[in-house]
């Protein structure tokens, strides 16, 4: 087997060589760029063409060199998995032009939660029993309100006392007689 590791690099040529650097580099690539296809396909495909390229030379086993070169390759590209994972790690490439760092929507917005802030202090009526978890109509409209640790029946009059995201807290408004 040294023989053979020893007769693959001396008769390798140059353009069997450059195939399988690019087609490393290429593999490295689609690591980083991870989705794009392109680059990883490219890479396997100039890696398999180094390989033809080499064992077409003639000299020492076939079989033996081919599964040298894959080996090779495929330590070769754990590696460069294992210094993108380590990169990733450590925030670098966060922070690096591979990674979008603007859209189209401030950092403070979000599209999937609504904002029910406006609702504090409003006043409304239970239009399911709040167990502690209801329906409420307030200003004209059914939301999904929390009551905290109490039971209201349908039909109570309620006031908005505190939101938190899309949690809406009320409390019962004592009817005056």
Excluded: C
Excluded at 21 to 45: D, Q
Excluded at 118 to 137: D, M, N, Q
């Amino acid at each position: 087997m040294f023989n053979e590791i020893s007769i693959l690099f001396s008769g390798m040529t140059t353009v069997a060589l450059i195939f399988l650097i690019i087609g490393l580099l290429l593999l490295f690539i689609e690591e980083l760029f991870f989705g794009t296809w392109i680059f990883g396909i490219s890479g396997f495909i100039l890696t398999i063409i180094g390989i033809v390229l080499r064992v077409r030379v003639g000299d020492g086993s076939a079989i033996a060199q081919v599964v040298l070169l894959l080996v090779m390759q495929a330590i070769l590209a754990a590696i460069g998995f294992l210094i993108v994972y380590w990169l990733s790690k450590k925030g670098w490439i966060n922070h690096s032009w591979l990674v979008q760092g603007e859209t189209a929507v401030g950092k403070d917005f979000s599209a999937g939660t609504a904002d029910y802030g406006h609702l504090v202090g409003a006043e409304g009526i239970v239009f399911s029993y709040l167990r502690p978890i209801g329906k409420a109509e307030i200003n004209g409209k059914l939301y999904d309100v929390n009551a905290g640790s109490v039971f209201i029946e349908e039909g109570a009059k309620i006031k908005v006392s505190v939101v938190e995201g899309v949690r809406i807290s009320v409390v019962r408004i004592k009817e005056q007689n």
